[in-house]
C-alpha cells in the first residue's frame, strides 16, 4: 500500500472518529504501514503484525522540536529531558519515535550522519566463528576473543529448569502465581541481552582493529547455516543457535560500514576442512587440530578457517 492510499483510507477516520490533530494523525498511519511493509518483506512472515508497546512516531519540527532540555510534542506535550546521549549533537536531527516502556517514556531520534569513506585495504582480516571463540587474523597475526554462550547458557536453563518444574499437573502455582512466569521471561530476557550486548562489543573491536591495521574484513555466508545444524547433537546445536549468527554477522557489517572499513563474504564450505597450502583434504590429528596428508601442513581447525577465509577474499578484493 503506498502513503497516498493510506492517507485516503485512514485520515478522515483518525481526525473524525478520534479527534486527533492532523500531523499526528499523519504520524499514525505512517507508523501502521512501515510495521506492514517490514511484516509482508518478511519470507517467513507469521502472525499479523500487532503492536506491542505503545509508540508514536514524530516527524522533525511540526511533530517534535527540541529546545531548552525539554522536548515539544505536537499538541501542547512538553516533557524534560533527564538524559541524553550528547556525542550526535552535532549531527541533523531526523524524525524519532516516541515509546512508553515500563512507565518511563523515550524519546528515540534518528541522526543523519554521513558515512565515512571506505579507505583501500592493504590486506584482510579474516572473521572465523565458532560457539567458543571469534578468531580473527591472517597469515601475519591471530586473536581470539571468547563468546558469551556460556554466560547465556546458564540463563537459559535457569528458565528451563523453572518451566519443566512448574509446567507439571502437581503445581497449580503455574497457573495462579504471575511470578513464574515473569521469572522465567527475565532469564530467558536476560539470555538474549547477554548475547545482544557481546555482538555489539566485539564487532566494535573487530572493526576497530581492522582501522587500525587499514585491513578489509572478510567473513563467511552463513545464511543458510540453520539448515546445517539439524544433524548436530542437541548441546552443541543450542549453543550454536543461541550465539546467533545472524545478529553477530549484522553486527561485524554495521561496524564496518560505520568506521569505512571494506567487508568482503566468501563461501564458507570447506574453510575449515581444506588445506590452505594445497587444497588437499585435512584430517584429524588431535583435539580440533587437523593435518595434510600431502604436504604435512598442521595447524588449529579455526586457523585453518581463517586461512582459507583470508585467500578467499584475497582473489574478491580487487572488486572493491
Not at 508514536?56 to 529546545?67: D, H, T, V
Not at 588431535?286 to 582473489?315: H, M, Q, W
Request: overall charge positive; hydrophobic content about 35%; some cysteine.
Amino acid at each position: 500500500m503506498s502513503l497516498g492510499r493510506a492517507h485516503n483510507l485512514l485520515y478522515n477516520i483518525l481526525r473524525e472518529r478520534f479527534n486527533l490533530l492532523s500531523r499526528i494523525a499523519q504520524d499514525c498511519y505512517r507508523e501502521a504501514l512501515a510495521i506492514a511493509r517490514s511484516w509482508l518483506r518478511n519470507p517467513r512472515r507469521g502472525n499479523i503484525p500487532k503492536v506491542k508497546t505503545l509508540r508514536m512516531r514524530l516527524a522533525r519540527g511540526s511533530g517534535y522540536r527540541l529546545k531548552e532540555g525539554c522536548v515539544e510534542i505536537v499538541g501542547g506535550i512538553k516533557l524534560r529531558i533527564i538524559g541524553w546521549d550528547k556525542r550526535y549533537d552535532q549531527y541533523e536531527s531526523r524524525e524519532a519515535r516516541l515509546i512508553y516502556r515500563n512507565g518511563e517514556l523515550y524519546l528515540m531520534v534518528s541522526k543523519k550522519i554521513p558515512k565515512p569513506a571506505k579507505y583501500t585495504p592493504r590486506g584482510i582480516l579474516a572473521v572465523d566463528i565458532n560457539e567458543r571463540f571469534i578468531v580473527v587474523g591472517n597469515t601475519e597475526f591471530e586473536q581470539r576473543f571468547e563468546t558469551a554462550v556460556e554466560g547465556a547458557l546458564h540463563y537459559k536453563r535457569l528458565a528451563e529448569k523453572l518451566q519443566k518444574r512448574y509446567s507439571s499437573t502437581r503445581y497449580n502455582a503455574w497457573l495462579r502465581r504471575r511470578g513464574v512466569r515473569e521469572r522465567i521471561r527475565s532469564f530467558h530476557k536476560k539470555a538474549k541481552n547477554i548475547i545482544e550486548d557481546w555482538a555489539k562489543k566485539i564487532s566494535y573491536r573487530i572493526a576497530m582493529l581492522a582501522k587500525q591495521n587499514q585491513l578489509a574484513i572478510a567473513r563467511e555466508d552463513l545464511t543458510n547455516l540453520i539448515e546445517n545444524l539439524r544433524e548436530l547433537p542437541r548441546d552443541h546445536k543450542v549453543a550454536l543457535l543461541m550465539l546467533s549468527y545472524r545478529k553477530l554477522s549484522f553486527w561485524i557489517d554495521w561496524q564496518a560500514e560505520k568506521h569505512g572499513a571494506p567487508a568482503i563474504i566468501v563461501d564458507p564450505k570447506r574453510t575449515s576442512t581444506t588445506c590452505p597450502r594445497c587444497r588437499g583434504r585435512l584430517k584429524e590429528n588431535g583435539y580440533r587440530v587437523l593435518k595434510c596428508p600431502k604436504c604435512g601442513f598442521e595447524a588449529d581447525r579455526d586457523t585453518v578457517a581463517v586461512l582459507n577465509i583470508e585467500k578467499r577474499a584475497l582473489s574478491k578484493m580487487g572488486d572493491l
